[in-house]
């Protein structure tokens, strides 16, 4: 790993792109995911996932610090995930890790089935 505030170069930077999926483990269970991106202009957030019952022990916060001190070692100035208006619980998590919410359009489009 690269310590924060030094540009990885080279082979350094593509070890760090490849290490933007984490996995939280408890027994050797996988009980949470999370799946990051980094673009060289942003990073997003794609995906976090807890297991119901290890919720509320930490695991997620953990993931996704050790998900940012990766972005941070990239030199991501910004980080941007969606939360759906209706997940409140998950609006309350993310402020409380610092996030903004924004006015951004959510836009979607249904797609067909795939022909036979």
């Not at 490849?18 to 799946?35: I, K, P, Q, S, T």
């Not at 060289?40 to 995906?47: D, E, Q």
């Not at 208006?85 to 309350?92: C, I, K, Q, S, T």
Request: charged share 20%; aromatic share 6%.
């Amino acid at each position: 790993m690269v310590p924060p505030g030094d540009a990885p170069t080279g082979a350094a930077r593509r070890r760090l792109r490849r290490g933007m999926f984490l996995v939280g483990e408890a027994f050797g269970d996988v009980v949470a995911v999370v799946l990051g991106t980094y673009d060289g202009r942003r990073g997003s957030i794609l995906r976090l996932a807890v297991h119901p019952a290890y919720r509320r022990r930490g695991i997620a916060s953990g993931l996704v610090d050790e998900l940012e001190r990766r972005f941070a070692a990239l030199g991501c100035p910004r980080v941007n995930l969606l939360v759906m208006p209706d997940n409140a619980a998950g609006l309350r998590f993310w402020q409380s890790l610092g996030c903004l919410p924004m006015p951004d359009m959510l836009c979607t489009k249904p797609m067909p089935p795939a022909p036979r």
